[in-house]
């Protein structure tokens, strides 16, 4: 059976969990190929502008209600997740397509103003600063986060390119905010930049997440054609402060990053490691003094 025959009669699984659907069956396709596979078809098909109108139809007919993009991925033969963008990518069009983003911002700025919870005078100040990055910042939200992925990057490939964005995308913002910092080109290296804080030099390993994910103190498991994911010289390793200082996880649609302390994560047992919710280190984003604040303890 070829992965064409393959895929579409394994979709619904496929969708529901590609990973528990790869251990259950142990496929003679691995993830990285079902992935790329799909992935390739659907901007094929999207190519044809009438196809195109037909997926974003049945998202109208389902109310727009993303629960049930899965049944029309299910339907289409689709990875769930690059429909999903793409619905995202298109709504976004269509929403701000006519929308004056100065009229916005202006709206945005009055209602800030009417807040009593700030100074009219403080908002006078910061007024054209404040509608500046408004609209900045609105150019970004009308596209649905920074471009990405224009020239449908091979699925393997398009991973490891986000991986290294991610990890510029740190090195640029540290840089902004007055740090020497340096990039590390060794991958098999446990950490990923290296900042110098008075001639400390502090770890730093980058991670690229998404808004509405979490974020792992494990590596990812090793996983490809051949290698056996669930022997545990091929597990994801616990990352702590003997790996790096601080660990940087960056909002790969945005640029945001929260700068987390490793004494932070070392409190945390291996379980609740895996899965950090974002929210729950919402008193490290943006806080680039964190790193000041490690480089102070080290001796």
């Not at 990923?192 to 792992?216: E, H, M, P, W, Y």
Request: charged content about 30%.
């Amino acid at each position: 059976m070829d992965i064409k025959d393959f895929v579409k009669d394994n979709i619904s699984q496929i969708n529901t969990s590609i990973n528990a659907f790869k251990e259950a069956n142990g496929t003679a396709f691995i993830d990285v190929d079902i992935k790329k596979y799909l992935q390739e078809k659907l901007y094929k098909e999207i190519e044809s502008k009438s196809f195109e109108a037909e997926l974003i139809y049945a998202l109208k007919k389902e109310n727009f209600v993303k629960a049930r993009i899965v049944d029309i991925a299910n339907k289409f033969v689709f990875y769930k997740s690059d429909l999903e963008k793409f619905y995202k990518t298109k709504v976004f069009q269509n929403v701000f397509s006519n929308i004056d983003l100065n009229g916005l911002t202006e709206t945005a700025i009055t209602n800030i103003s009417n807040s009593t919870a700030v100074d009219e005078l403080e908002i006078r100040f910061i007024k054209k600063d404040l509608k500046t990055l408004l609209v900045k910042a609105l150019t970004v939200v009308k596209q649905g986060g920074f471009t990405g992925d224009l020239q449908h990057t091979d699925y393997g490939l398009r991973v490891a390119n986000e991986g290294d964005s991610a990890q510029f995308f740190f090195i640029a913002r540290a840089m902004l905010a007055g740090f020497n910092c340096s990039n590390v080109d060794v991958r098999s290296s446990r950490y990923d930049a290296i900042i110098d804080v008075d001639s400390k030099l502090l770890r730093i390993q980058v991670k690229g997440v998404t808004a509405t994910g979490n974020i792992s103190f494990f590596d990812r498991d090793r996983g490809g054609q051949g290698i056996d994911h669930t022997h545990e010289r091929n597990r994801g390793k616990r990352i702590t402060s003997a790996d790096c200082d601080v660990y940087a996880a960056v909002d790969k649609q945005v640029g945001i990053c929260y700068l987390i302390p490793m004494h932070y994560a070392d409190t945390l047992n291996d379980e609740d490691a895996k899965n950090v919710k974002l929210e729950d280190v919402k008193q490290y984003l943006e806080r680039w003094q964190s790193i000041i604040d490690v480089a102070k303890t080290m001796t």
